[in-house]
């Protein structure tokens, strides 16, 4: 038995939202009020998700990405991760973090089966970091990055590109990757922003951050990358790290899409812009067993739509929540 959509993409990679809450504010995510999190008893149990993820595995999931909100902000997310790490089917544990919590677990991390992290950092500016994440946190997360780029653990950086804020920091970002072996990859704004909480005035979409690089090193090698990753990567000649271009909203890596994500409600997502399928958590409190949970993932899987438009007009596209409610 495995997860196959009925356009023959193999589902191999879940994302699995540990909480809603999250310790930044950013503007492009959630308001600055926060959002209306909701009740501990509501959240997936670590237990829970645990069993989830042991009985996707055994249906060919075998890449799992923890994200939040903030997973490290929720009350032993290390331990965790450790019996996540017993889990012999799963090859890669992939984490995505703001980095604000996690630097005295670096250690742990690098012990454990985790093969890389995210770090979410939007500005190398300490004034405009606070101005986007409403918190001053920069040196804190500055120094995590420092720390985690001389790890073992692969470091990706994640700089979502948004308008009349940081566009005049992306060559800075890529001069990074110069002589640090890192993967810096921009992200396109989002609309789950809250409620539309901030205006965009220019397009920073795909081809004009592109095109802006471009323009700036003439050069630029294409770095080939899996068919269903969710960058489109290329290096600047004789840099050690390289740098990608996330089509998040113009959705161009739709196609071979294999993956699914899980809210941290228990609430299963075939697709980013779609509205939710089931509450896997509801499923599972009603005593459902394991061989229940397979034919439910592999008939939901099924229908996954072909792409993230599809999936949005589905939903009457309403996407005003938050990306931290979503799951990163």
């Not at 501990?40 to 042991?54: A, G, N, V």
């Not at 060559?171 to 993967?183: G, M, R």
């Not at 600047?236 to 699914?260: E, H, K, L, M, V």
């Amino acid at each position: 038995m495995e997860l196959k959509d009925k356009f023959g993409r193999k589902i191999s990679y879940l994302r699995l939202a540990i909480t809603d809450r999250c310790n930044l504010r950013c503007q492009y995510c959630m308001p600055a009020q926060g959002i209306n999190i909701v009740d501990r008893k509501d959240l997936l149990s670590y237990k829970e998700m645990y069993r989830i993820t042991r009985v996707l595995s055994e249906l060919g999931v075998n890449k799992v990405r923890l994200t939040g909100g903030e997973p490290f902000v929720r009350k032993d997310f290390v331990s965790f991760l450790e019996s996540l790490s017993f889990n012999d089917k799963l090859d890669e544990i992939n984490i995505t973090t703001n980095g604000a919590l996690i630097s005295k677990h670096i250690d742990r991390l690098e012990e454990l089966k985790i093969n890389s992290i995210n770090l979410s950092m939007d500005s190398l500016q300490k004034e405009k970091f606070a101005k986007i994440t409403r918190r001053d946190v920069f040196d804190n997360v500055y120094n995590t990055f420092e720390k985690l780029e001389q790890s073992k653990l692969k470091l990706k950086l994640n700089v979502v590109v948004q308008s009349g804020f940081n566009t005049d920091e992306i060559i800075d970002f890529i001069e990074l990757s110069k002589n640090k072996d890192i993967a810096v990859r921009f992200i396109e704004e989002m609309p789950f922003n809250g409620k539309g909480q901030r205006e965009m005035h220019e397009e920073w979409n795909f081809n004009n951050i592109y095109s802006f690089v471009e323009k700036h090193y003439k050069i630029i090698e294409k770095v080939s990358s899996k068919k269903s990753s969710t960058s489109v990567n290329y290096r600047i000649p004789n840099y050690q790290g390289t740098f990608g271009i996330i089509p998040a909203f113009t959705r161009s890596i739709c196609g071979d899409c294999n993956r699914i994500r899980i809210t941290a409600t228990g609430l299963f997502k075939n697709c980013l812009f779609d509205g939710g399928v089931f509450n896997v958590r509801d499923f599972i409190r009603n005593g459902a067993t394991d061989d229940e949970l397979k034919e439910l993932f592999i008939n939901t899987v099924h229908h996954k739509p072909e792409n993230g438009f599809v999936a949005e007009a589905a939903r009457g596209n309403d996407v005003s929540e938050s990306m931290s409610t979503i799951g990163g």
